[in-house]
């Protein structure tokens, strides 16, 4: 190949390019990008909860345990009582399940009913099942009691645990009496003020 032909293929190659480069050029100076903006619209952003909202609001909220067990309903409780069935027996004299039995247990001493084997967590806990710990307890067992092998999640609503522990305390050949309600002192209630007598001016 004669330098006529190489200067031909270098000249070929040479246009090429420029073309290549001359249109980037010219497309750049047409087409100028525009910038996207705002596309969509802005999502609200999550309002932080207000102070004791929530769950804490419904305990501040939730009445005495000794006026909700007044007004307890043993029959509402024995119904929401079925959930426990497959883990516990209710009547006297029946046999430890996955739980002990629940004859009796109202003011039961805790961790003590012979032939079931209680966690380590629930003999150190120690008392007895009183209403007010009962209470607690049904209210989330795991975290009234850390370590417990009992793997229910509570009850949440107040009166409903009222109407569970009523009908816990049916379960006796003698109930243990409720606790007294403590009942606010009114207005009427407070003692009369004794005004000092009127000193009368030396005759």
């Known amino acids: 190949m004669d330098s006529f032909e190489l200067n031909k293929v270098a000249g070929a190659v040479l246009g090429t390019l420029l073309l290549a480069i001359g249109s980037g050029f ?5 087409y100028s990008p525009k910038p996207a903006g705002n596309a969509g619209y802005a999502l609200p952003e999550p309002q932080p909860e207000a102070a004791g909202g929530g769950a804490a609001a419904a305990a501040v909220k939730a009445e005495p345990l000794p006026v909700r067990l007044a007004s307890a309903s043993v029959e509402k409780g024995t119904g929401a009582a079925k959930k426990c069935a497959a883990c516990h027996s209710f009547e006297k004299g029946g046999p430890n399940k996955v739980g002990p039995h629940l004859w009796g247990v109202v003011d039961r001493q805790r961790a003590h009913e012979s032939g079931f084997e209680y966690s380590a967590a629930l003999k150190e806990k120690g008392g007895t099942w009183t209403y007010d710990e009962l209470d607690h307890f049904l209210t989330n067992p795991k975290t009234y009691v850390p370590g417990t092998k009992m793997a229910f ?25 409720l606790p007294a309600v403590e009942k606010a002192a009114s207005a009427d209630d407070k003692p009369a003020v004794e005004k000092a007598p009127e000193e009368k001016p030396a005759q």
């Open 26 to 30: 010219v497309a750049e100076l047409i």
């Open 153 to 177: 999640a509570g009850i949440q609503a107040p009166q409903e645990r009222a109407d569970v522990i009523a009908y816990l305390r049916s379960l006796a050949d003698t109930p243990a009496p």
